[in-house]
């Protein structure tokens, strides 16, 4: 098969919970324990860090594995979703799996594959860790899936883990409060592994702390560390990614990973370029100012909109479309009246229908015009927009993923 034909047997094959929602989703580790031990255990084969949050995951797993590239180390990568392309989610020192590897494994374990009932992520999860063993890293930086608990990446024995926030996000699969996904984000916490929270809550603390001490985990809060760094990744919310992103690899200096300062400060400074991370507060455009981001659930916006009342402009334009599960009613009560509103919908089955978004928005007092595509709606806010405007793409990654 070619690239092309290799992905569609994937798409075509296996349920895959970026297009499908819920019923995609598999919650237990039966499947990928299955497929890892007909791979021969690859995930055993290599040292990782395990990072799970309701938002800013993604931004500590680049980090993370900027600065361990930075000190000269063979670093896996493993995130998801993918913005452009498959290969996106699994990348060594920067470099994307190759479509010829993505090819010989697929072929290689088709007929296992066929023969057993496996989602997407968990064929994606057991393709990285097989790769990263082949590859020999030096270590991996593995980002949960969603949730913790359960999720295929849970099957690793990483040496220190790190939990970034506790939001309210995958509500119907998590759990209805804080306390609740807490729980389920906690499930990464492994027997006398230490634990790393980037931020503090006083409904999640404890829970966290309950679980720590029942597996003997050593436990640290990170909001009061001092992080005497910065990153090129922009965004108000990135300040508090930073510290449990500078925790983590305090502990691992201290586990004897050579880990200079320097490498540090010059990982954190180049993690686009280090890692080619996209979607964090990213710059499409200067006049007017394009910014799009991946936020995409009620902690997500808080901090997007902090940064908003950071930012000078004229008129706020927004380019928003999401997905169906999110909820609406909790998440757009946030965004301004005042903005001009260009609505959409992600191409992706999951993709709310953008007049039933239209007419959402409009009960919070919303106004704006539907647009049958993400890139029209972006064309039109910017035919549109003078140059002090400032234009917003956002609301789901999927719409991201069409603009950058």
């Given amino acids: 098969m070619t690239y092309s034909e290799t992905l569609d047997w994937l798409w075509a094959h296996l349920p895959m919970y970026q297009e499908k929602g819920n019923s995609a989703f598999r919650p237990k580790l039966d499947n990928i324990l299955m497929l890892c031990e007909h791979l021969g255990s690859p995930q055993e084969q290599f040292p990782s860090v395990h990072i799970a949050g309701t938002n800013g995951k993604g931004s500590s797993s680049h980090a993370i594995a900027s600065v361990l590239q930075e000190a000269g180390y063979k670093v896996g990568l493993y995130t998801s ?51 990263f063993s082949k590859q020999k890293v030096a270590i991996a930086i593995i980002e949960v899936g969603l949730g913790g608990r359960l999720d295929s990446t849970n099957i690793i024995s990483p040496i220190v883990s790190l939990i970034t ?21 906690a499930g990464i916490i492994k027997p006398k592994t230490p634990i790393v929270i980037s931020e503090y809550h006083k409904e999640t603390a404890p829970v966290f702390e309950q679980i720590a001490q029942e597996r003997e985990a050593p436990l ?72 799009c981001d991946t936020a995409h659930n009620a902690h997500g916006f808080t901090e997007i909109f902090t940064q908003l009342r950071e930012e000078s402009f004229s008129t706020l334009r927004m380019v928003i479309g999401f997905v169906k599960e999110k909820d609406l009613e909790s998440i757009l009560p946030m965004f301004p009246k005042e903005a001009v509103y260009y609505f959409c919908s992600p191409k992706i089955d999951r993709g709310l229908p953008v007049k039933l978004l239209e007419e959402k928005a409009s009960n919070f007092g ?39």
Avoid at 89 to 117: C, M, P, T, W, Y
Avoid at 255 to 274: D, F, P, Q, R, T
């Fill in 165 to 185: 926030n506790i939001g309210k996000d995958h509500t119907e699969i998590l759990g209805n409060t804080l306390a609740e996904i807490a729980q389920e984000k």
């Fill in 220 to 291: 640290f809060f990170a909001h009061l560390i001092e992080a005497p760094f910065s990153m090129d990744l922009k965004g108000h919310y990135q300040s508090k990614n930073i510290k449990g992103i500078v925790q983590t690899l305090r502990i691992l200096q201290e586990k004897g990973w050579k880990i200079s300062e320097e490498n540090i400060k010059a990982g954190l400074s180049h993690i686009v370029n280090n890692t080619h991370l996209m979607g964090r507060w990213q710059v499409l455009g200067t006049s007017p100012k394009i910014v």
């Fill in 366 to 404: 919303l106004k704006g015009i539907s647009f049958c595509s993400v890139k029209e709606a972006l064309a039109k806010a910017q035919e549109e927009a003078q140059e002090s405007d400032f234009i917003y793409v956002g609301g789901s990654t999927f719409v991201v993923a069409e603009v950058v």
């Fill in 81 to 131: 979703p993918h913005l452009k392309d498959f290969r996106e989610r699994i990348k060594i020192n920067g470099k994307d799996i190759s479509q010829e590897d993505v090819i010989a494994f697929v072929e290689k374990n088709k007929d296992f594959l066929e023969a057993h009932s496996f989602s997407f992520f968990e064929v994606s999860v057991a393709m990285a860790f097989d790769y």
